[in-house]
């Protein structure tokens, strides 16, 4: 019974994901949208550290820090 608990949760959330991302594009420039879907990576791996205390080494972090530097500089 967990494993369809946790295929459905997986697949709401995936469906959930793609339809917000169909949505955003709609309603943003594509490629300002592409930019900002980077930024993924860096909420889930903070999210990760706060929520669910995992640890991030120190190339972690500055690859998040990279990343957001990035994306801010992308959407100037």
Request: hydrophobic letters at 60%; proline letters at 3%; glycine letters at 10%.
């Amino acid at each position: 019974m967990a494993w369809i608990w946790l295929i459905c949760l997986a697949l709401l959330v995936q469906l959930g994901g793609q339809v917000v991302i169909a949505h955003a594009i709609k309603h943003i420039d594509p490629a300002r949208a592409s930019v900002a879907l980077l930024v993924q990576p860096a909420t889930a791996a903070f999210y990760a550290w706060g929520l669910l205390g995992e640890r991030l080494d120190a190339m972690q972090m500055v690859g998040g820090l990279l990343v957001l530097i990035g994306i801010y500089r992308a959407q100037r």
